[in-house]
């Protein structure tokens, strides 16, 4: 079981900057992947950025250039450095954790948290 907490959301005005941080409860070099995801009223959760250990970073088209995900593996914390924000980055952002065992996979959650991009 991995558990995450959230912390970081809030509100900015256009143009500023938010660090998420997500820290877990278990060694995240063993986790096989973690992430950062948007849900809007659609109840869908899109990517924003994801980490692995051996791959690299992915992100989604909105995000590139302007946000950064890092890992901190003495830490067991995975962050997300949001810059020149626009009011579409307006959200509710939840931290991921994706394991994968010999049976499968499963993703972990954190609880959430909002950020609002308004002046």
Request: with cysteine; charged share 20%; proline share 3%.
């Amino acid at each position: 079981q991995v558990q995450l907490v959230e912390s970081g959301g809030g509100l900015v005005q256009p143009g500023g900057s938010l660090r998420l941080s997500c820290a877990s409860s278990v060694d995240i070099k063993s986790i096989y992947q973690l992430g950062w995801y948007r849900q809007g009223p659609g109840n869908v959760r899109r990517p924003v950025a994801t980490i692995r250990n051996t791959v690299g970073t992915d992100y989604a088209k909105s995000a590139e250039g302007r946000f950064t995900i890092t890992r901190d593996n003495a830490k067991n914390t995975v962050n997300l450095q949001m810059n020149s924000l626009k009011p579409e980055d307006t959200d509710d952002y939840y931290c991921n954790a994706e394991e994968h065992y010999t049976s499968g996979s499963k993703n972990y959650w954190g609880q959430g948290n909002q950020v609002t991009v308004s002046s």
